[in-house]
């Protein structure tokens, strides 16, 4: 059983900084790609960094140049790196990978950010 889980969120101040991390137990044959959404109240799910199974890596346009999306393999860990937060980058992330036959999530990390 795949299991992921989020950690490193909190509230942080415009122009801060955070780091989630995003812990994977369990074995999976295959992973296609991992990635980092959020959801903020009212709004859909929407994807904010992915990185294919060979690196490549991609961003939603708002957060570029400032989330960086990273993993240590041998730890299991992806982590999202969010510099220059801004109040609309205020959500609940979420981890997900992508799996041969479907995808898997963890409950999310709340990332306030407001002065």
């Known amino acids: 059983q795949v299991q992921l889980v989020e950690s490193g969120g909190g509230l942080v101040q415009p122009g801060g900084s955070l780091r989630l991390s995003c812990a994977v137990s369990?074995?999976?044959?295959?992973?296609?790609?991992m990635g980092w959404y959020r959801q903020a109240p009212g709004k859909q799910r929407e994807l904010v960094a992915g990185?294919?199974?060979?690196?490549?890596?991609n961003y939603r346009d708002s957060v570029k140049g400032r989330f960086t999306i990273s993993r240590d393999n041998a730890k299991s860990l992806v982590y999202l790196q969010m510099n220059s937060l801004k109040p609309e980058d205020t959500a609940v992330y979420f981890c997900n990978l992508e799996g041969p036959w479907r995808d898997y999530w963890g409950q999310g990390t709340q990332v306030t950010v407001s002065s």
């Open positions: 990185m294919a199974s060979d690196g490549t890596t």
């Open positions: 369990g074995s999976i044959f295959r992973v296609n790609a």
